[in-house]
Structures are given as C-alpha cells and as structure tokens.
C-alpha cells in the first residue's frame, strides 16, 4: 500500500535556526514527490515538485531534496513568517490521487 | 488566472440535511481534483475528472457523496443525509495534465450538527 509519512509532527524553531523536515514514503513507482505549505483555514499551497532520487529544489529559505526512499524540507534561517503546516504527498506512476501525509506543524518564534 | 474557487466557505448544517458544494477550477486545467481533510490530518483523495468525465472515485466516497462536472467547467459535491462523521474541509484543486502540481481552492468547511 502507498504510504507518506512524515515527522516531527511538530516543530518549534527560534528566527534564524535552521532545521529540516523529513518524508518517508513506500509507492509502487513514483511519478512525483510534493511539498505544499498549509496556513490555518486555508488550502494548500504548492511549493515543490521531484521526480527523481537526487534532485533538488529551492524557493527562498526552503530546499528540497529526494532520495529513493525519503525526502526532506530544509529550512534555513527562518522567519516567524514560515509558520505553516508542511504536507508532503506522493503521485504514484499508475494513479492520479496525491496521498498526503499528515503534515509537520512548523512554529518559528521572534 | 483568479485561482481555484470555492463557495461557500463556511457550511453549518443539521445531520440528515443535504448539502452542495461548488469549485470553480482554473479555466485553462482540464483535470478537477475534490479531497476532504479533518483535523490533523492530511487530505485524502474522493474523486477526479478529466474535463466532464469522473474518471476515478476513492472508497471513502459512499453513496451519499455524489459529484458532478457539466461540460467540464465548474464542479458541484453534494452530501445527502448529512452525518457528524461528514464535517470536515472539503477541498477542491485542479491541474493541467500529469505531472504538473495541483492548485487547490481554499476549501469548504463543513460542520454537521
């Protein structure tokens, strides 16, 4: 069965430490690995797309980075503004759904 | 490009009572996406079209959940017999084809009471 898991479920980092969030997933031939950032009452928002072990991407203070088994969110230098839940998903290569998991809770404090 | 849109975006209802959703997609995205999420978790996939043909359905949507896409424009969801177990964000996205990111739509939450 596909499955996303993610840890910490929770995070609580001062402005400027750095850290990373972790995604470890099973899925029977992955077409896509996907971050999205979640704020409260709202949508997810995209972030990243990977395809492959060994790419990487960035936005900002955010990396991303995917290996055959896992992926994880650096965050460098963070801002009270990076405050959000962190979902990660999966596509797998015979479907369509995306299968979340069940997001790391980020809190960054001034 | 205005984003995904849905309405409403708050739903209060008594259990038993039926309910409809909208989503309005990105008008250039072929593919409309709807997921509910609950509380502490992440969202969990219902159902799919490809323009106006549900191509795929998850084993949460029952009988009860029915959704439509006319013309391949806008999406509805309907809730017949609303129970507690329903309240959740209802969320809508949509994606050109494979294997480009969804956009979602900022949600509906329903609360059943």
């Known amino acids: 069965e596909d499955q996303v898991t993610q840890s910490p479920e929770a995070l609580r980092l001062q402005e400027g430490e750095s850290s990373s969030l972790n995604c470890s997933y099973t899925?029977?031939?992955?077409?896509?690995l996907f971050w999205y950032r979640q704020d409260p009452g709202k949508g997810p928002e995209f972030l990243f797309t990977?395809?492959?072990a060994g790419e990487e991407k960035e936005k900002e203070r955010l990396k991303a980075t995917l290996t055959k088994k896992e992926s994880f969110l650096h965050i460098t230098a963070p801002k009270p503004e990076d405050s959000a839940t962190y979902l990660c998903?999966?596509?797998?290569?015979?479907?369509?759904?995306?299968?979340f998991g069940k997001g790391t809770t980020l809190s960054v404090s001034s | 490009d205005t984003g995904v849109s849905q309405d409403p975006r708050h739903k209060i209802t008594k259990r038993g009572q039926n309910v409809t959703f909208r989503c309005d997609p990105i008008s250039e995205h072929n593919r409309l996406y709807w997921y509910r999420q609950t509380l502490g978790q992440g969202p969990e996939f219902l159902t799919y079209f490809q323009n106006e043909a549900q191509l795929e359905k998850s084993r949460l949507l029952s009988d009860r959940f029915s959704a439509e896409r006319p013309k391949g424009s806008f999406s509805t969801l309907e809730i017949q017999r609303t129970e507690q177990g329903d309240s959740a964000m209802y969320l809508c996205a949509s994606s050109r084809d494979s294997p480009y990111g969804y956009t979602f739509g900022s949600g509906t939450r329903l609360t059943v009471v």
């Open positions: 998903a999966v596509q797998a290569q015979a479907g369509t759904a995306l299968i």
């Open positions: 899925v029977s031939g992955l077409r896509g």
């Open positions: 990977l395809y492959s």
